[in-house]
């Protein structure tokens, strides 16, 4: 199993930027494809963006291509979410995912952090 924990979330002004990252621990000896999603209130969870195993296979949804950025460094087993040019439609909590495997799906997703919550405000 893999556990996470999700740390960087606030409150930042519309424009700004923000950096989620995401610590994963257990057994991360093996390839995971990490995952970044979020659940605004009265909404249902949506998927954000995923990252493959190298780094090289990325995705991300159409609401924050273009302005999110995600990245890992697998020697620190983390994973990292750049939000810029933010928007309140943005404000959620997030929540980081993984999944054992190469492929880079929109759902799948076995393990969890506990969610952090982005505070987009005019």
């Known amino acids: 199993q893999v556990q996470l924990v999700e740390s960087g979330g606030g409150l930042v002004q519309t424009g700004g930027s923000l950096r989620l990252s995401c610590a994963a621990s257990?057994?991360?000896?093996?390839?995971?494809?990490m995952g970044w999603f979020r659940q605004a209130p009265g909404k249902e969870r949506e998927f954000v963006a995923a990252?493959?195993?190298?780094?090289?296979?990325?995705d991300y949804a159409d609401s924050v291509k273009g302005r999110f950025t995600v990245s890992r460094d697998n020697a620190k087993n983390t994973a990292s979410l750049q939000m810029n040019s933010l928007k309140l439609e943005d404000t959620a909590v997030y929540y980081c995912?993984?999944?054992?495997?190469?492929?880079?799906?929109?759902?799948?997703?076995?393990?969890w952090g506990q969610g952090t919550q982005v505070t987009v405000s005019s």
């Open positions: 257990g057994r991360t000896g093996y390839s995971y494809t």
């Open positions: 990252i493959g195993w190298t780094g090289g296979n990325t």
């Open positions: 995912a993984a999944r054992y495997g190469v492929v880079v799906p929109r759902m799948g997703y076995n393990y």
